[in-house]
Nanobody, 130 residues
Framework: QVQLVESGGGLVQAGGSLRLSCAASGRTISRSAMGWFRQAPGKEREFVAAISWNGGSTYYVDSVKGRFTISRDNAKKTVYLQMNSLNAEDTAVYYC???????????????????????WGQGTQVTVSS
């Protein structure tokens, strides 16, 4: 089992930055693909960013490319999401997710699909004021 706890959310003005952290406990995540998803009020959960188990592949939803950066520190069992140039459309609850290191896939189709993730955090609220 893996437990995931997100932190770093909050209220920020448009154009500002936040760095989200996802700390894992329990079994190692060094072989797990990790993803960030978000859900805005009244909307479905959407993929935001993902990083492969070895850190060699990263993917982003088009709306955050060039503004968000996902990274991981396996020694600290932590995944980060650096968010810059935030705008009101980024307001959402952000969730961290990990897969069960079954496939070691680096494919975009795998890492960007929520159904491939087995463990989820409780989420952290990000609110961007315009």
């Amino acid at each position: 089992q893996v437990q995931l706890v997100e932190s770093g959310g909050g209220l920020v003005q448009a154009g500002g930055s936040l760095r989200l952290s996802c700390a894992a406990s329990g079994r190692t995540i060094s072989r797990s693909a990790m993803g960030w998803f978000r859900q805005a009020p009244g909307k479905e959960r959407e993929f935001v960013a993902a990083i492969s188990w070895n850190g060699g592949s990263t993917y982003y939803v088009d709306s955050v490319k060039g503004r968000f950066t996902i990274s991981r520190d396996n020694a600290k069992k932590t995944v980060y999401l650096q968010m810059n140039s935030l705008n009101a459309e980024d307001t959402a609850v952000y969730y961290c997710a990990a897969d069960r290191d079954r496939t070691f896939s680096t494919a975009r189709s795998y890492l960007t699909a929520a159904l491939h993730y087995d463990y989820w955090g409780q989420g952290t609220q990000v609110t961007v004021s315009s």
